[in-house]
């Protein structure tokens, strides 16, 4: 099965950036969908960002479309969240997923695969 391990999540102000970043183990990590959710205290896991197998398509959740940016590199077997404009708000523990097959998907219940998270801690 797929391993994932994140790393890039930190403390930073209101307005400052991240590059969270999944690594994951090989078996064909190219024919994987992925994914990052997060979750905040008290707060059920939401969908941030996906991609399909192959990095040339991409969704986002409303509330981090053109603060965020998504991609992977299958080469390296890792994907990345580029995490710009933070706000409060973006405060969470930040998952990557992974499921089998080139679709990406934006329900964490259609992921089989999960890292064991990263916090991101955003301060006014």
């Known amino acids: 099965q797929v391993q994932l391990v994140e790393s890039g999540g930190g403390l930073v102000q209101a307005g400052g950036s991240l590059r969270l970043s999944c690594a994951a183990s090989?078996?064909?990590?190219?024919?994987?969908?992925m994914g990052w959710f997060r979750q905040a205290p008290g707060k059920e896991r939401e969908f941030v960002a996906g991609?399909?197998?192959?990095?040339?398509?991409?969704a986002y959740a409303d509330s981090v479309k053109g603060r965020f940016t998504i991609s992977r590199d299958n080469a390296k077997n890792t994907m990345y969240l580029q995490v710009n404009g933070l706000k409060p708000e973006d405060t969470a523990l930040y998952y990557c997923?992974?499921?089998?097959?080139?679709?990406?998907?934006?329900?964490?219940?259609?992921?089989?695969?999960w890292g064991q998270g990263t916090q991101v801690t955003v301060s006014s």
């Open positions: 090989g078996r064909t990590f190219s024919s994987y969908a």
């Open positions: 991609i399909n197998w192959s990095g040339g398509r991409t």
């Open positions: 997923a992974a499921r089998p097959g080139a679709i990406l998907a934006v329900r964490a219940a259609q992921y089989d695969y």
